[in-house]
C-alpha cells in the first residue's frame, strides 16, 4: 500500500480539499506511476458536484493523467520504469462481451471501470483518478506518449483528444466534408484542431465573439456566433457532421437545420439536465440523424495519441497548482479558460 496525496470533493457542495489515500498493491499486470499533470474536464466538475447522481465521496476526479512508470507487476511485459505514459477515462472493462472484444472498452456491456468515480472489479472499491501523486493501473489501460510532444499538454488529450477523434473517425470527417464543432473549451479546441488535421473544412460554432480569432488560429477555416440568427441561415442544409461539446441544455434546432440531407449531429456535451426535445420534422424531412458518442476504447485512445505525435498536436493549456482548482472550477463555468487547465501535480509533492 502506497500512501498518496491527493484532492478530493466531499459533497456536492464544499470545495476540494486535501485528501490522503492509499494505492493497491501492485497485482500481476499492473503499473504504478508518479503523475505528473492532469487536465481538468467538464466532468470532474460534473462528478465532483453530483450533477449526475451517481457520485460516490470522497471523489478524486481527473482523467487526463500524464505519468512516469515507477513500479511494475510480475506480468507486465509493455512498459518499464521510467517510461512517460497515459491513462483516459478507463481503468478497466470485463474484456469479454462483444463491445470490449471489439476494442470498444467504453461502451462495455457490463460497464467499464471509471478512472474514477468507478468500482474496481476485483475489490469494489471506489476508483480515485488523476489528482492525486500516483495511481496505479493494469497494463492494458495505460496509453504510450509520443516523444516529441510536451507532455502537459498531452493530458487533456486522454479525454477531451480522444472525445472528439473518436466520433470525427466514427462519422468520416477528412477532405470534402465540412465538419461543424460547437463550443470552443477544452473538447471544442481539440475537435477544431483535430478536424483541420483530418483535412475537413472547420466550422466552429461558439458564443463567445471574444474566441473568434482564437478559433481560427486552433485551424478553424470559419466561425460562427451561433445567437445571431442570420449567420446560422447562411450556413443552412450544409454540414456533413456536426459534434456538439456544449456543457450546458440548449435548443438543438438551429443546429439540426444546418445538416444536409443525411448528415449527422453527435452530442458530446453531457449536461446535467437533457436538452429540451428536437423536432421531428426537422429530422425526418432530410433523413438526418442526432447521435451520441462516448470517449474512445483504448486502442483508438492510442491511435489518436499517435496522431497527434504525427501531426504535432497538443492542447492549449492554462498550468495550475493544485491549490489552484476551486479557481479553476468556477473559471471554467464562465468558459474563461485557454483551452484546458491542467494540473502540475508537483504543486502536491512541495
Ligand atoms: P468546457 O471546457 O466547459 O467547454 C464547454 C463549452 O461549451 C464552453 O467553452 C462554451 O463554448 C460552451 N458553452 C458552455 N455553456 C454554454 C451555454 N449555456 N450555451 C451555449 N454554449 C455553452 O467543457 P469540456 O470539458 O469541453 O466538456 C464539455 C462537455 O462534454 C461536458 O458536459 C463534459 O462532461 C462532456 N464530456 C463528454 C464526454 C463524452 O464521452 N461524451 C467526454 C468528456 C466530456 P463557447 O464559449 O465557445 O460558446
Ligand atoms: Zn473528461
Ligand atoms: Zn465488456
Not at 135 to 156: C, M, S, T
Not at 193 to 214: N, Q, R
Not at 325 to 344: G, H, P, Q, T
Request: overall charge negative.
Amino acid at each position: 500500500m502506497n500512501t498518496t496525496h491527493a484532492y478530493a470533493a466531499h459533497d456536492a457542495t464544499s470545495k476540494l480539499a486535501p485528501f490522503e489515500l492509499q494505492r493497491r498493491a501492485l497485482r500481476d499486470h499492473d503499473v504504478q506511476m508518479d503523475v505528473l499533470f492532469c487536465g481538468v474536464c467538464h466532468s470532474d466538475l460534473h462528478t465532483a458536484r453530483d450533477e449526475w447522481k451517481n457520485t460516490v465521496y470522497p471523489a478524486v476526479p481527473g482523467h487526463e493523467i500524464v505519468g512516469c512508470v515507477t513500479a511494475v507487476g510480475p506480468q507486465v511485459s509493455n512498459y518499464k520504469v521510467g517510461d512517460l505514459v497515459g491513462v483516459g477515462c478507463l481503468v478497466d472493462s470485463c474484456r469479454t462481451c462483444p463491445s470490449c472484444k471489439e476494442g470498444l472498452e467504453q461502451y462495455c456491456e457490463v460497464g467499464f471501470v471509471g478512472t474514477y468515480n468507478g468500482q474496481d472489479r476485483v475489490t469494489g472499491e471506489n476508483t480515485y483518478g488523476g489528482y492525486s501523486t500516483a495511481i496505479v493501473v493494469d497494463e492494458a489501460f495505460v496509453l504510450r506518449v509520443p516523444k516529441n510532444l510536451d507532455p502537459a499538454g498531452v493530458a487533456p488529450l486522454l479525454c477531451a483528444g480522444i472525445t472528439t477523434y473518436s466520433p470525427l473517425r466514427q462519422w468520416g470527417a477528412g477532405p470534402g466534408k465540412k465538419v461543424g464543432i460547437v463550443g470552443l473549451g477544452g473538447l471544442g479546441h481539440m475537435g477544431v484542431k483535430l478536424a483541420h488535421a483530418m483535412g475537413a473544412h472547420v466550422v466552429l460554432f461558439t458564443t463567445s465573439t471574444s474566441k473568434i480569432e482564437d478559433a481560427k488560429r486552433l485551424g478553424a477555416d470559419e466561425v460562427v456566433i451561433s445567437r445571431n440568427p442570420d449567420e446560422m441561415a447562411a450556413h443552412a442544409n450544409s454540414f456533413d457532421l456536426i459534434v456538439n461539446t456544449v456543457a450546458a441544455p440548449h435548443d438543438l434546432n438551429p443546429f439540426i437545420n444546418l445538416l444536409r440531407r443525411d448528415g449527422t449531429m453527435t452530442l458530446v456535451g453531457a449536461p446535467e439536465h437533457d436538452h429540451p426535445s428536437p423536432q421531428v420534422f426537422n429530422l425526418i424531412m432530410k433523413r438526418r440523424r442526432l447521435a451520441g458518442s462516448l470517449i474512445g476504447g483504448i486502442a483508438e485512445t492510442q491511435e489518436m495519441l499517435d496522431f497527434c505525435g504525427e501531426h504535432g498536436i497538443t492542447s492549449d493549456i492554462e498550468m495550475i497548482p493544485m491549490q489552484k482548482v476551486n479557481e479553476a472550477y468556477e473559471r471554467m463555468l464562465k468558459s474563461d479558460v485557454k483551452y484546458r487547465f491542467v494540473i502540475d501535480i508537483d504543486s502536491m509533492r512541495k
